[in-house]
């Protein structure tokens, strides 16, 4: 339906889920991954952009890691999002 991959806790073997995150990561033809909580904890890549929670989430504490995966590429570094970068910088607010 939305044409992208999806990662659940039920995705499959490790090496399957692994197949999964890297297709994501290095297609630039697929931005987008639809996923449960099985990704958000543990899981850094410094390019999402946008995180949409459907649903209450089952806590804070998960919560809190799912909805703060971007962050700045503060060292200098290449950065695919340089406007967010530029307003993350800028707006105290957003720190």
């Not at 297609?27 to 639809?34: H, T």
């Not at 995180?51 to 209450?56: A, F, Q």
Request: charged share 25%; aromatic share 10%; net charge negative.
């Amino acid at each position: 339906m939305l044409g992208c991959d999806s990662y659940t806790a039920e995705s499959g073997t490790p090496t399957v889920k692994k197949a999964i995150l890297d297709r994501w990561v290095q297609i630039p033809e697929i931005p987008y991954i639809v996923a449960t909580t099985a990704l958000a904890e543990g899981f850094d890549y410094p390019y999402v952009r946008l995180v949409l929670n459907i649903d209450e989430p089952e806590s804070l504490v998960i919560f809190a890691p799912e909805s703060a995966t971007w962050e700045p590429q503060v060292a200098g570094d290449a950065t695919m999002d340089v406007p967010g970068e530029k307003s993350y910088r800028d707006d105290l607010s957003l720190r």
